[in-house]
C-alpha cells in the first residue's frame, strides 16, 4: 500500500534560518504529492502540491519538487519566520483505486521558529 | 463561503455516552472525510462519503457510525464512547472531477472522553 515517511520533530531554528523537512514516499504508479500546514489550534491548510515528477510546488516562499527518482518531495524554505511555526504535513493521492479519493499523510513535523 | 464547518468545537464524553460531530461544507463538493488526529500517527480515515447517501469505511472506522443524508452534510456518530476515542477530529472534503485532489479541511473538534 501507499505510505509516507516524514522526518521527526519538532525541529528547531532561528529565524531566517534555512529550513529542509524531508519527505519520502512509497506508491505504485504516479501519485500526486502535497504539503498541508497545520497552524496551532486550526485545521489543516494545503501549503503547495505537484502532480507529476520533477513539478516544483511553491506558495508563500515555501517550495517542494517531485523526485521520481528518489521518491521524495522535501520541503524547503531559504528564511523562515516565527509566523511559519505550525505543524508540517506530507501527504500522498494515490489514485481513484476503488473510489475515495483517499490521502495518505505523514505523521507530521513540528516546526519552531525563534527570534 | 464559510468552506468547511464543523460543530462543536470541543467536547467532553463520559465512557459510554453518546454523541454526533457535524460537518458542513458550501463548496458543492461531492466527497467527504472524516479522520481522527492523534499525537504521533498523523491523520488516520475513519470513514468517508462519495456522494449523498453513501458511506464507506476507512483505516480505523471501528466505534463510529457516519451518515450523509444531504450532500453538504457528513455527520459522524459515537453510540458509546470510549477513552481510546480521545482525539480530535477533523472533517474535510474534495471535489476530484474537478481534477483538483487537494481536500479542504475543517477546524476541528477536540473531543475527551473520560
Known amino acids: 500500500g501507499n505510505s509516507v515517511t516524514q522526518m521527526e520533530g519538532p525541529v528547531t531554528l532561528s529565524e531566517e534560518a534555512f529550513l529542509t523537512i524531508n519527505c519520502t514516499y512509497t506508491a505504485t504508479g504516479y501519485p500526486s504529492l502535497f504539503w498541508y500546514v497545520q497552524y496551532p489550534g486550526e485545521g489543516l491548510q494545503l501549503l503547495l502540491k505537484?502532480?507529476?515528477?520533477?513539478d516544483k510546488g511553491s506558495n508563500k516562499g515555501f517550495e517542494a519538487t517531485y523526485r521520481k527518482e528518489t521518491t521524495s518531495f522535501h520541503l524547503e524554505k531559504g528564511s523562515v519566520q516565527v509566523s511559519d511555526s505550525a505543524v508540517y504535513f506530507c501527504a500522498l493521492w494515490g489514485g481513484l483505486t476503488g473510489g475515495g479519493n483517499k490521502l495518505t499523510f505523514g505523521t507530521g513535523t513540528q516546526l519552531k521558529v525563534e527570534l | 463561503n464559510a468552506g468547511v464547518t464543523q460543530t462543536p468545537k470541543f467536547r467532553v464524553l463520559k465512557t459510554g455516552q453518546s454523541m454526533t460531530l457535524l460537518c458542513a461544507q458550501d463548496?458543492?463538493?461531492?466527497?467527504m472525510y472524516w479522520y481522527r488526529q492523534d499525537p504521533g500517527m498523523g491523520l488516520r480515515l475513519i470513514h468517508y462519503s462519495v456522494g449523498e447517501g453513501t458511506t464507506a469505511k476507512g483505516e480505523v472506522p471501528d466505534g463510529y457510525n457516519v451518515s450523509r443524508l444531504k450532500k453538504q452534510n457528513f455527520l459522524l456518530g459515537l453510540e458509546s464512547a470510549a477513552p481510546s476515542q480521545t482525539s480530535v477530529y477533523f472533517c474535510?472534503?474534495?471535489?476530484?472531477?474537478?481534477?483538483?485532489?487537494?481536500?479542504?479541511f475543517g477546524p476541528g473538534t477536540r473531543l475527551t472522553v473520560t
Open positions: 505537484a502532480t507529476k515528477a520533477d
Open positions: 474535510a472534503s474534495s471535489y476530484p472531477e474537478a481534477g483538483s485532489y487537494e481536500q479542504y
Open positions: 463548496m458543492n463538493h461531492e466527497y
